[in-house]
Nanobody
Framework: QVQVVESGGGLVQPGGSLRLSCAAS??????????MSWYRQTPGKERELVAR???????DYADSVKGRFTISRDTAKNTVYLQMNSLKPDDTAVYYC????????????WGQGTQVTVSS
């Protein structure tokens, strides 16, 4: 069973920064083959994609976070990061990490989420 564990959430003032981390592990799990993504969700809304990074290192961002958030991955540590700068109250949400790979079938794993609250 693949374990996906997020950390780094918390309370921050508007304009501040946070770095989220997501570690994925399991016997036989090859982190480098997976596309890693960050999603977020607020009550009553659908989960939305924030950023993703392919196995080859290509990145995509939601328009709302471009220029403020940066996704990166460290294959040696089986970890993906989300550096969040210039945070706004609208960034308040539960942030989820996702590991995805398609090879004959879909392999899709989620973390439990970490709360980010941007408030003064």
């Amino acid at each position: 069973q693949v374990q996906v564990v997020e950390s780094g959430g918390g309370l921050v003032q508007p304009g501040g920064s946070l770095r989220l981390s997501c570690a994925a592990s399991a016997f036989g799990f090859t982190f480098s083959l997976y596309r890693m993504s960050w999603y977020r969700q607020t009550p009553g809304k659908e989960r939305e994609l924030v950023a993703r990074i392919s196995s080859g290192g290509n990145t995509d961002y939601a328009d709302s976070v471009k220029g403020r958030f940066t996704i990166s991955r460290d294959t040696a540590k089986n970890t993906v990061y989300l550096q969040m700068n210039s945070l706004k109250p609208d960034d308040t949400a539960v942030y989820y990490c996702n590991a995805f790979r398609y090879y004959n079938s879909s392999y899709n794993y989620w973390g439990q989420g970490t709360q980010v609250t941007v408030s003064s």
